[in-house]
């Protein structure tokens, strides 16, 4: 496959009832991906065609025998994708219909350090609460340094070529292999557009493990304080410490340490001073 073709990367771990809605998803299209690669990350029960119930010659399943983690899975997605774009699904999160077609019309063909994001509709499953964002776009790596304030997910549009690039997600990072690789990405020459719509729908309520959190931060902390790069100068690395301790404290409020939740944001504050949790305004809605 080759020009604007597009597969779906689906990773999947003991979620077949949400994956099905996933699935259909993109299936659902009004411009139908090429492909739907679902990674299988080492599931109890394997995903089948039979476990899915969904027939589609688009759909091919790759069982990992180890689990590997969200950036293990998607990068074995996205060395199985045969299409030039790369379009990432979570499996509890749901294309709304017109995504892709959106994404598409703001991508040329050469644009290899280009990725396309889109609005998405975030459901708290604990709140019962829903808000809705559309990202601005960017291509300063200081802002990718911040957080990904355009990708909670199922949101980004990406070719293939970008990983022969920028490398893949780091496998050691068992959470925040978004920040990490789309930082590299900025650094690379890499740019940011939105698609102003809401295309996917996350559900919001997933629990991340402090320890994972807290080793994935130092990690990212320590791998580009040693990075030789002249945008890595010491106002990015600021901000990149300051989004850290955000990530370190959301992870400590959610295990009920909220002691440690107000540390973790005061040394945030100190670093990059402000009236909001955010580093800056990164929605238009």
Known sequence: MTAQTVSVVIPVHNRTASLRKAVQSALDQTRAPDEIVIVDDASTEPVTAASLGIEDPRIRIVRLAQNRGAAGARMVGVEEARSR???FLDSDDVFLPEKLAAQLSLLGENDDLTTVACGWQANDENTGHSYRRIPIESAD???????CWFSPGATVLIPKRAFDIVGPFDPSLRRLEDLDWFLRFALAGGKLRVAPIIGSVIGIGRRANPDNVFQSAA?????????QHPAIDKALQRRLKAWLHVERAVALRNAGNMIGMGIELARSFCLAPRMQLQLRAWWTA
């Open 219 to 227: 990690l990212i902390e320590r791998k580009f304080s040693t990075m």
């Open 141 to 147: 790596p200081r802002d990718f340094a911040s957080g």
């Open 85 to 87: 774009l790369i379009a």
